[in-house]
């Protein structure tokens, strides 16, 4: 290791030993608890996370009692959480984990990637964080730290060239906790301002919540959940916007809802 990429690992446990950031799922990193909070934080700041993420445990405490999960029960924990769709992805992958696995989540990335809604980089975390895997992977404050020390003066970076420097700079040893300092730094990096990952090639700004069709399909599952609705209901509450058109389309095909006799409920 070059004595640039030493001093690299220097910065981030420094910081890490003197800011790091207290999480329940740090606190226990037993598989099932570091699967669940790693789905969740797909896409979901970390301060929503830290509200739902012990409801969820509490209502589901095991794979065996997630698998078994009925959808309104799910949801309905699962609300305010948004992408309702990982939901509906971690009950999936509790099924396979509790039959093809004897309820125990695997260890190999490659096999935690062949799970529901889960992807590389998600079946990566996982295993370094619930089996302290020395596997490398890129997410969005990780991108970030690495674009701020070796990208300073680049743009249209791209993740290809990071990753041969996180593997280069991971603590082999420590990988579960290493991955924690670079997130707590790169957290930290984006509160100066400056956002380093809008150097990046794979940098997307997220589209407006607010008058998306999103939101509907969030208001329509919220209003579904509480009771069957009819079409005519739900039309008159939206006054037939066509963004509620696309939000049941999508709904439906998607297993969230049914339609039954004109009337819309959860499935």
Same mark, same amino acid.
């Given at each position: 290791?070059?004595? *640039?990429?030493?001093? =690299? +690992?220097?910065?981030?446990?420094?910081?890490?030993?003197?800011?790091?950031?207290?999480? /329940?799922?740090?606190?226990?990193?037993?598989?099932? &608890?570091? =699967?669940?909070?790693?789905?969740?934080?797909?896409?979901?700041?970390?301060?929503?996370?830290?509200?739902?993420?012990? +409801?969820?445990?509490?209502? !589901?405490?095991? !794979?065996?009692?997630?698998? *078994?999960?009925?959808?309104?029960?799910?949801?309905?924990?699962?609300? #305010? /959480?948004?992408?309702?769709?990982?939901?509906?992805?971690?009950?999936?992958?509790?099924?396979?984990?509790?039959? *093809?696995?004897?309820?125990?989540?695997?260890?190999?990335?490659?096999?935690? @990637?062949?799970?529901?809604? $889960?992807?590389?980089?998600?079946?990566?975390?996982?295993?370094? !964080?619930?089996?302290? *895997?020395?596997?490398? !992977? $890129?997410?969005?404050?990780?991108?970030?730290?690495?674009?701020?020390?070796?990208?300073? @003066?680049?743009?249209?970076?791209? @993740?290809?060239?990071?990753?041969?420097?996180?593997?280069?700079?991971?603590?082999?040893?420590?990988?579960?906790?290493?991955?924690? %300092?670079?997130?707590?730094?790169?957290?930290?990096?984006?509160?100066?301002?400056?956002?380093?990952?809008?150097?990046?090639?794979?940098?997307?700004?997220?589209? %407006?919540?607010? #008058? &998306?069709?999103?939101?509907?399909?969030?208001?329509? $599952?919220?209003?579904?959940?509480?009771?069957?609705?009819?079409?005519?209901?739900?039309? @008159?509450?939206?006054?037939?916007?066509?963004?509620? =058109?696309?939000?049941?389309? +999508?709904?439906?095909?998607?297993?969230?809802?049914?339609?039954? +006799?004109?009337?819309?409920?959860?499935?």
């Amino acid at each position: 290791m070059e004595k *640039k990429d030493i001093q =690299f +690992q220097n910065i981030i446990w420094e910081y890490y030993k003197k800011n790091k950031r207290p999480m /329940m799922w740090r606190d226990d990193t037993s598989p099932y &608890s570091i =699967f669940v909070s790693e789905v969740m934080l797909q896409q979901t700041q970390v301060a929503r996370v830290k509200i739902k993420y012990p +409801q969820f445990l509490q209502a !589901f405490p095991g !794979f065996a009692s997630l698998a *078994k999960a009925d959808t309104i029960t799910l949801l309905s924990v699962w609300h #305010g /959480m948004g992408y309702n769709r990982r939901a509906l992805y971690l009950k999936a992958s509790a099924e396979i984990i509790v039959t *093809k696995h004897n309820s125990r989540l695997p260890e190999d990335p490659t096999v935690l @990637d062949a799970l529901p809604g $889960i992807g590389q980089a998600t079946a990566s975390s996982i295993a370094a !964080f619930a089996y302290n *895997k020395p596997v490398v !992977f $890129i997410e969005t404050n990780i991108r970030r730290v690495f674009i701020h020390h070796y990208f300073a @003066d680049k743009a249209d970076v791209n @993740d290809r060239d990071i990753l041969p420097l996180v593997e280069k700079t991971l603590d082999a040893k420590n990988p579960r906790e290493w991955y924690w %300092a670079l997130m707590d730094y790169g957290a930290y990096l984006a509160t100066l301002g400056n956002n380093p990952n809008k150097k990046s090639r794979h940098y997307k700004k997220q589209s %407006a919540f607010k #008058g &998306s069709v999103r939101e509907v399909r969030g208001g329509v $599952i919220a209003l579904l959940l509480k009771r069957p609705h009819t079409k005519k209901e739900l039309e @008159d509450l939206y006054d037939k916007d066509e963004r509620l =058109f696309t939000a049941i389309s +999508q709904l439906e095909k998607e297993g969230f809802i049914i339609e039954a +006799q004109g009337t819309y409920l959860i499935k």
